[in-house]
């Protein structure tokens, strides 16, 4: 289902390059350790236009999206450029944004504060009663789009259901007009209605004109409302796909993992493939999915491939230029 609001006239809201995020760890006695989360990764995000960012557990998702808020561990390390609306995006420039035109659904709902009545913590705080009031109406607004009725301002969040809680996250993102929202793993634990609400409501911001960040391990969310699925493996982006190449046998797509995604999808088959991603501390020099691609080149296992640009899609693949056969 590809969102249509996006045009070349689209403006680019967010451009991260070779970011890198790691991880100063001390280990016995004194001695320090690099713990390299996520290498090198490129993404752009353009006004109305959503992308996935689809990666197993611990590849460094939510990471991605505290390392654009700002709100990065103090322990942490980030490395590379991004810009927001063509400006650079530091530190100073992530607080003015976050909560603001740059907004995180979060991936848990403990992120509601359990002593506050769900409306307070939707408004924040605030001292003057004429902004209280403006804020108080968006506040409504936005749960009444949201199906959340005025009897849902008073209650604690322990007294909503799951896909209630999840609405209110989106509210609290949405009260402030974003311009880039960032919704962390949005539909676990979520049944099957609940996750087409939130998938709706996402498609729903793209289509006022936000851009989104969709950051999920649910291929199947991803292809529903995505325009782009970025895939992550090993904490390295290895391929940048337009939804519509996630169709027939796969053959628009350029990465073996991808195609292994895909294939593995209930409707194409269940073809699963054997291996796992390594952890970040047992990568070589080589390419990250050596060991499990079946057509590996002389150069993959000493040299890692950039992530280089094939008819408007990436891959990091010596050989994503020849296009996929059975
Ligand atoms: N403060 C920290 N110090 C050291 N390592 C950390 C820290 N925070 C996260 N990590 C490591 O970084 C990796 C990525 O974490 P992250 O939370 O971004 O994963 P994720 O892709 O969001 O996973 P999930 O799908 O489970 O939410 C994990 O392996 C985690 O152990
Ligand atoms: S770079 Fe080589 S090993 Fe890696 S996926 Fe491509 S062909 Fe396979
Ligand atoms: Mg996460």
């Known amino acids: 289902m590809k969102n249509t609001n996006i045009s070349k006239n689209s403006e680019k809201l967010l451009s991260v390059s070779d970011i890198s ?128 009725g005025k009897e849902v301002d008073d209650l604690y969040p322990f007294q909503l259901s ?40 996402i498609k729903q911001m793209a289509d006022d004109g936000a851009g989104v960040i969709l950051i999920t391990h649910d291929i199947n969310a991803a292809l529903e409302v995505a325009d782009k699925v970025a895939i992550f493996y090993s904490g390295y982006v290895i391929e940048i796909a337009d939804v519509a190449d996630f169709s027939g046998e796969g053959e628009n797509l350029r990465h073996p993992y991808t195609r292994a995604l895909y294939n593995a999808l209930p409707q194409n088959g269940f073809a699963l493939s054997d291996g796992h991603q390594p952890l970040h501390e047992d990568l070589t020099e080589g390419c990250v999915y050596y060991d499990r691609c079946d057509h590996p080149t002389d150069s993959c296992m000493s040299i890692n491939p950039d992530l280089g640009e094939i008819e408007g899609n990436k891959v990091r693949c010596h050989r994503g230029h020849r296009k996929y056969s059975r």
Do not use: C, W
């Open 21 to 148: 995020i790691s991880f100063l760890q001390y280990t016995q006695g004194l001695r320090q350790n690099i713990l390299k989360v996520i290498s090198d990764l490129t993404l752009d995000i353009r006004e109305g236009e959503i992308v996935a960012i689809l990666g197993s557990s611990g590849s460094g998702k939510s990471l991605l999206a505290h390392g654009i808020l700002g709100i990065l561990p103090n322990n942490a390390l980030l490395e590379g450029e991004m810009k927001y609306r063509g400006k650079v995006l530091d530190q100073k420039l992530k607080e003015k944004l976050r909560g603001d035109e740059i907004a995180l659904i979060p991936q848990s709902v403990e992120f509601l504060d359990p002593l506050m009545k769900v409306s307070e913590q939707v408004i924040g705080e605030t001292k003057d009663e004429n902004e209280f009031k403006i804020k108080k109406a968006k506040q409504r607004e936005v749960f009444e789009k949201y199906g959340l």
């Open 162 to 201: 799951g896909g209630m809680a999840r609405r209110v996250l989106i509210s609290t993102a949405l009260i402030s007009n974003p311009k880039l929202i960032i919704a962390d793993e949005p539909t676990p634990g979520l049944d099957d209605k609940s996750i087409k609400e939130t998938l709706n409501h």
